[in-house]
């Protein structure tokens, strides 16, 4: 049975961190790519970061560049996402994701971040 589950979210105040992770189970972790998205209320699913099956290539979208970091450890199965310097647009459910490079296979559940002016 796969699992992706997400963990790690909460209240923050503006310029704060938070650090999200994700454990997945029930397929090849390794062989896949790992990312995550995120869905503010009344808005669209937005992609957030991806990093490669090991480890190497990742791609941040420009609103979260210089700020947010994907990052995955493969002897554990898990994707992290810190979060530095948050901002309240960063307000948002954070899902995690397994695929390839174009699209996506397995989702887990979320996280709710809220982040304080």
């Known amino acids: 049975q796969v699992q992706l589950v997400e963990s790690g979210g909460g209240l923050v105040e503006r310029g704060g961190s938070l650090r999200l992770s994700c454990t997945a189970s029930?397929?090849?972790?390794?062989?896949?790519?790992m990312k995550w998205y995120r869905q503010a209320p009344g808005k669209e699913r937005e992609w957030v970061a991806l990093v490669g099956e090991f480890g190497v290539a990742t791609k941040h979208a420009a609103s979260v560049r210089g700020r947010f970091t994907i990052s995955r450890d493969n002897a554990k199965n898990m994707v992290f996402l810190q979060m530095n310097n948050l901002k309240p647009e960063d307000t948002a459910v954070y899902y995690c994701?397994?695929?390839?490079?174009?699209?996506?296979?397995?989702w887990g559940q979320g996280t709710q971040v809220t982040v304080s002016s």
């Open positions: 029930g397929f090849t972790f390794s062989r896949y790519f």
């Open positions: 994701a397994a695929g390839n490079f174009s699209s996506d296979e397995f």
